[in-house]
Structure formats: structure tokens, C-alpha cells
């Protein structure tokens, strides 16, 4: 620490050379964040300083916050949804799983819950997390959890299942009203983490089921700060009812509040002012206008490889698009040393490029004319 302070120019500049070693989104294909809508940003500074870790402090903020999640329950087909706005997909599928423990009575070391295969890292930190065990389910051949699988995985000690609406690879969705069944045969708790799909399904031109119209549905994850065009941290946890929220309670001493729900304690009030703000600046026709761009470039890029005999190892469901290359590492690494960011699937090995807003035709036409010197 500096024995004197400095001033705004010297922090400015020194920030500002920090800043510009960061890569531009217009070079990454990569992510599933992107740049926020403008509107975001501005509310997202109005919000800096209130915490709804101590909401009677702050009973303005935390009204948006509920009204935040009004719009997310609204648009997953539960407008009198319960939950809360949480830091993203991480914090949501660790702690619906700590309200699926505490549902039931079990040793939690003997609990176990079964997933995809294809599930985000999240549920591995939650595992070591909460002392639960992970059972992966196989998937069919377009990538999808394979039901029978999962029921076979199944015994006395699961206490959730987990389905995914938009997997982070593929983008692909699981078949969500199947497993919904399986849930309600076994009297499971279900999960969807529809982190990424979740702003992107119900503004396509043939939404399929997903969300709480799905029987069985207990909670969903659905990232503003994803597909939602909102700041980071921007995340919600959504309950089928208020009582599955109150799983969480924990009594709190010194704040305005007696008990507490979020695994953080001090939490932004900017994550949903900016989710809040930015939804109601879109509402669903801007948001449909957004995923319909980025899906008909998806289908560019997807075009533009199989021209190039790259063939996706699923046609595209969402706007993520995969490719078969022999060495998807070394591609990587010589688009790498052209300045763009691809990431590379696991089984089976591919690249794997998001087609995020930032990613507009133009981008894609760069990125194939630099693929084509490389392939
Ligand atoms: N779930 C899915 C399907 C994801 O793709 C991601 C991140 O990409 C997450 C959860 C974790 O989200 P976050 O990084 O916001 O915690």
C-alpha cells in the first residue's frame, strides 16, 4: 500500500494500461458474456453503493430486486415465481442444491445427484461444496441427457436431478419434460440450469418447453449477464414457491433483516437494478430481435464451415456452433496467435464457438477469412 495517495490522472493512466491488455468482445467467440446494453451500464453506476445484503436499508433497491424476479418468473411461465438475484449460474445451481438437501432428511455424504454429462463445472464446486456426490448421465447422440440413463442412476440416496436448457458446449437442451416425469416418479427434486438458455429459448421462433411450465420443475438458473445483455454480476435463482426459498433461511444478528436467503452476504443492488432496467428498456421484442440475430449468425458461421468440410457435431440448437477439426487444440492455438478466442469441447473433442451479439456478420466474415489460412 502507498504511503500517500495518488491522483486521477496517474490512477487513470495506470488502469488504463491494465485495460488495454484485455481483448476486445469483438475477438472472442469464446464467451457467453458479451458487452452489456448501454442502459445496464448507466443504471449499474446509479446502484454502485446499495447492498441488498441489508434490504431495510435499502427497501427501494430490494423492491426492484423483487420486481426482477416478477419478470424472470413471467418469463418462465411462473409470474408469482420466489427467489432472489444471485452473482450467476454458480451461486444458483450451488444453492438450489442446498435447498434440495435440506428438503430432504438425509446424511448429506450419502446423498448423491444425477446429472448430464454435459453440466457446467458449477455442479462440481457445489459438490465438493455442499459433500454431495455427482452421478453423470450418458447422452444420446445430438448431445442430450438420455432420461433412461438418468432413471437407471437413480436410487434411495438421490435427492435431486439436474437438466440442462442450453449445455455449455453444445447449447443444447435436454429433454427437459422427460426428466420432469422421472422427477415426479422418483419424488425428486429438479433442477434446470438454464444459465445461458434461459435468455435466448423463449425468444426463439419455436420456444420448446423448458421452465415451470414443465411439471416437476422445482428451481431454474437463468443469467442476466449472459444472453440477458445485463452488467456482470447478474444472475437468478428462481423457486416454484416461496417455501423452497425458505429452505435457505438462516437468522442474521446485526442487519436490518432477521433472516437471509444468498450465499453472499453484502450483495450488489446494481446486479438487479441493471438486469431490471435492461429488460424493461428491451422487454421481449428487443430481446427477440437480439436472438434472432445471433442465431441467423450462427447459421452463417455454421454455413461457412461445412463450405469448408467442417461439419458442426450438432446442428446448431441455440446460437453455439461446433466443428470438427484433427486438432482442435492446435487450431485453437494458431487462431489464438491471430487474436481471436475459440474454446474446444470435450467429448468429443471439436471447437467451439458462442455466437454472442458482440459476434455480428461482419466478425464472423473475419474470423472464417483468418480460419481459411489455418484449415
Ligand atoms: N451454467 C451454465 C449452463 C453455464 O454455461 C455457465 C457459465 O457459462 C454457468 C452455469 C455458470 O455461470 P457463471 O459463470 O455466471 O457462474
Known amino acids: 500500500m502507498w504511503e500517500t495517495g495518488g491522483d486521477d490522472?496517474?490512477?487513470?493512466?495506470?488502469?488504463?494500461?491494465?485495460?488495454?491488455?484485455?481483448?476486445?468482445?469483438?475477438?472472442?467467440?469464446s464467451s457467453m458474456c458479451t458487452n452489456p446494453h448501454p442502459i445496464a451500464v448507466r443504471i449499474h453506476q446509479e446502484f454502485v453503493n446499495t447492498n441488498l445484503g441489508d434490504p431495510k436499508l435499502f427497501p427501494g433497491t430490494a423492491a426492484i430486486e423483487r420486481r426482477c424476479i416478477g419478470l424472470l418468473g413471467d418469463l418462465l411461465?411462473?409470474?408469482?415465481?420466489?427467489?432472489?438475484?444471485?452473482?450467476?449460474?454458480?451461486?444458483s445451481n450451488i444453492q438450489a442444491l442446498r435447498t434440495a438437501i435440506h428438503?430432504?432428511?438425509?446424511?448429506?455424504?450419502?446423498?448423491?445427484?444425477?446429472?448430464p454429462e454435459s453440466v457446467h463445472y458449477s455442479f462440481e464446486k457445489a459438490s465438493q461444496l455442499l459433500g454431495i456426490s455427482i452421478r453423470r448421465a450418458k447422452l444420446d447422440d445430438q448431445m442430450r441427457a438420455d432420461p433412461g440413463d438418468m432413471a437407471s442412476l437413480i436410487d434411495r440416496d438421490t435427492i435431486a436431478l439436474v437438466a440442462v436448457a442450453g449445455t455449455t458446449e453444445f447449447g443444447q437442451i435436454d429433454q427437459i419434460e422427460a426428466v420432469g416425469k422421472l422427477a415426479q416418479e422418483y419424488d425428486l427434486y429438479l433442477h434446470v440450469d438454464a444459465a445461458f438458455g434461459g435468455f435466448v429459448i423463449p425468444f426463439m421462433a419455436k420456444p420448446v418447453k423448458f421452465d415451470f411450465e414443465v411439471p416437476?420443475?422445482?428451481?431454474?438458473a437463468i443469467d442476466p449477464h449472459k444472453m440477458g445483455m445485463s452488467t456482470i454480476p447478474s444472475g437468478g435463482l428462481l423457486y416454484r414457491d416461496e417455501s423452497l426459498l425458505k429452505q435457505l433461511e438462516i437468522n442474521v444478528q446485526y442487519l436490518t433483516s432477521m433472516v437471509q436467503t444468498s450465499l453472499a452476504g453484502t450483495r450488489s443492488g446494481a446486479s438487479a437494478a441493471s438486469a431490471y432496467a435492461v429488460m424493461r428498456y428491451l422487454g421481449r421484442e428487443g430481446y427477440r430481435q437480439i436472438v434472432s440475430r445471433c442465431i441467423d449468425n450462427t447459421v452463417i458461421l455454421k454455413d461457412h464451415l461445412i463450405d469448408m468440410g467442417l461439419e458442426p457435431v450438432i446442428d446448431p440448437v441455440l446460437n453455439i456452433v461446433t466443428a470438427r477439426v484433427n486438432d482442435p487444440q492446435a487450431i485453437r492455438k494458431r487462431l489464438f496467435e491471430k487474436s481471436w478466442y475459440v474454446s474446444t469441447t470435450t467429448h468429443p473433442c471439436a471447437?467451439?464457438?458462442?455466437?454472442?451479439?458482440?459476434?455480428?456478420?461482419?466478425?464472423?466474415?473475419?474470423?472464417?477469412?483468418?480460419?481459411?489460412?489455418?484449415?
Open 9 to 29: 490522472a496517474e490512477i487513470l493512466a495506470d488502469l488504463g494500461e491494465a485495460r488495454k491488455l484485455d481483448v476486445p468482445y469483438s475477438r472472442v467467440l
Open 77 to 91: 411461465h411462473l409470474p408469482g415465481a420466489a427467489g432472489y438475484m444471485t452473482t450467476g449460474g454458480t451461486e
Open 103 to 115: 428438503l430432504k432428511q438425509i446424511d448429506r455424504y450419502r446423498a448423491n445427484i444425477v446429472v
Open 216 to 220: 416437476g420443475v422445482k428451481s431454474i
Open 351 to 375: 471447437l467451439r464457438m458462442v455466437v454472442m451479439p458482440h459476434v455480428t456478420e461482419d466478425v464472423v466474415q473475419g474470423f472464417i477469412t483468418d480460419l481459411k489460412t489455418i484449415v
